[in-house]
């Protein structure tokens, strides 16, 4: 993970947390492309209990697939064991950082 340069644009990865879907990040999402950013809120299957930790990531991957540049993923909720704990290789094009809000 590197350093997050707020002057070049990116691409913002928004995970929700619990009882949330992506739309939750709606109004961040429009703020970030009126500025220029590319952004993606996908939904997640953390009420799916047969998911696990490899099937609770693919929306996220998905969402980021063609991405390039830039990449900063924000978790809210359950989603920081996700980001913390997928191996570098799940993240491959991730130049910027994680931020948990």
Not at 26 to 31: F, I
Not at 43 to 53: Q, R
Request: aromatic residues 6%; proline residues 9%.
């Amino acid at each position: 993970m590197g350093v997050i340069d707020l002057w070049r644009v990116a691409t913002f990865c928004l995970l929700h947390g619990d009882w949330h879907d992506g739309a939750c990040w709606a109004s961040l999402v429009a703020a970030l492309r009126e500025r220029g950013h590319e952004a993606v809120a996908p939904d997640m299957p953390y009420g799916d209990p047969g998911t696990g930790f490899e099937e609770r990531t693919q929306p996220a991957l998905d969402a980021l697939e063609g991405a390039s540049g830039q990449i900063v993923v924000v978790g809210s909720g359950p989603t920081p064991p996700l980001i913390d704990r997928a191996p570098v290789s799940l993240w491959p094009s991730m130049s910027a950082g994680t931020l948990l809000v």
